[in-house]
DNA sequence: ATCAGCACCTGTTGGC
DNA sequence: TGCCAACAGGTGCTGA
């Protein structure tokens, strides 16, 4: 579900939630919810909040100390703040409840997910190298020289590699085709056979795109809800995504649907090239 | 390195 | 109306 707009909409309306609490416990409802990677998560209990931000498309819940939870929301993953409910109907107070974390005043940071994709994992350091991921799309030391680097040699799609979130991490499949659309490029041109140009138009509708969404709140296509249970407004803005036969709002060609890396993929066959 | 295929899960939807 | 295959915003593993 959630991409860089969305987890950015829900770190920005949980921080000022929980900033400055102190964790009180940790309660599973669904063993993997942990990712063992870190270790176990019972650790942070006593740990106060530093703050809440965004790393790729995790939401990380940063401690003082230096360490951090890192929440991975996957297709269907929910955060939202509650009171702390009685152990024995947490699972009634929030449905597909996978994952509590209670606060020193009587609430708690409730982890819900109906698919059982999401996974949180306790973070030691530097967040982005321990989760082995890639720059922020939004970050301008990311520039056109840089990119030219990275994209060097590359022989896969330009949309298989900026889902491949150890490049760049955050952009999602909705906002791959976009970027893409706003670019004028093909989803399936080679990576490493863009133009100067064309990297530098990617950039730009990347970090537009990103930004438009964020200012709406994300897309809320089927079931994304912020810290608030609210839905986002961009899902009425998207260019081609989820467009497949109506008209491309630029020159009203049908939009085309294909798929890469088993990905539905959108695009405008004439104002793409 | 890279890539297809599948696994992980459950719910919704579109076609027949 | 009813059934069921296909599909969904993501990643991670295996094997070629």
């Not at 491949?164 to 970027?179: K, M, T, V």
Request: proline content about 5%; hydrophobic content about 35%; overall charge positive.
């Amino acid at each position: 579900m959630p991409e860089l707009p969305e987890v950015e909409t829900i770190a920005r309306g949980l921080h000022p939630r929980v900033r400055r609490r102190r964790i009180s416990g940790v309660e599973p409802h669904f063993e993997r919810v942990v990712d063992l990677r870190g270790g176990a998560l019972q650790s942070v209990v006593g740990d106060r909040i530093a703050r809440v931000r965004r790393v790729g498309k995790f939401v990380f819940v940063e401690l003082d100390g230096g360490r951090g939870i890192a929440i991975h929301l996957r297709m269907t993953g929910r955060l939202s703040v509650i009171k702390t409910p009685a152990t024995n109907d947490a699972s009634k107070t929030v449905p597909y409840l996978r994952l509590a974390i209670h606060l020193d005043d009587g609430r708690s940071l409730a982890f819900s997910d109906v698919r059982k994709f999401g996974r949180a994992r306790l973070v030691d350091g530097d967040p982005a190298t321990a989760l082995g991921i890639g720059a922020d799309p939004l970050d301008e030391k990311v520039d056109e020289p840089r990119l030219r680097s990275m994209l060097h040699g590359k022989r896969t799609p330009i949309k298989v590699w900026l889902l491949d979130q150890r490049h760049l991490a955050g952009i999602g499949n909705i906002y791959a085709s976009e970027a893409l659309f706003h670019a004028g490029i093909r989803p399936s041109r080679r990576a490493g056979s863009l133009t100067r140009k064309e990297r530098e138009r990617l950039l730009a509708a990347m970090r537009f795109v990103l930004r438009k969404a964020i200012q709406h709140r994300g897309s809320s296509i089927d079931d994304y809800l912020d810290v608030e249970g609210k839905r986002g407004r961009f899902q009425n803005l998207l260019a081609v995504y989820g467009r497949v036969g109506k008209v491309c709002r630029r020159c009203r060609t049908p939009v085309r649907r294909t798929v890469l890396a088993q990905r539905g993929t959108f695009y405008c066959p004439t104002c793409q090239k």
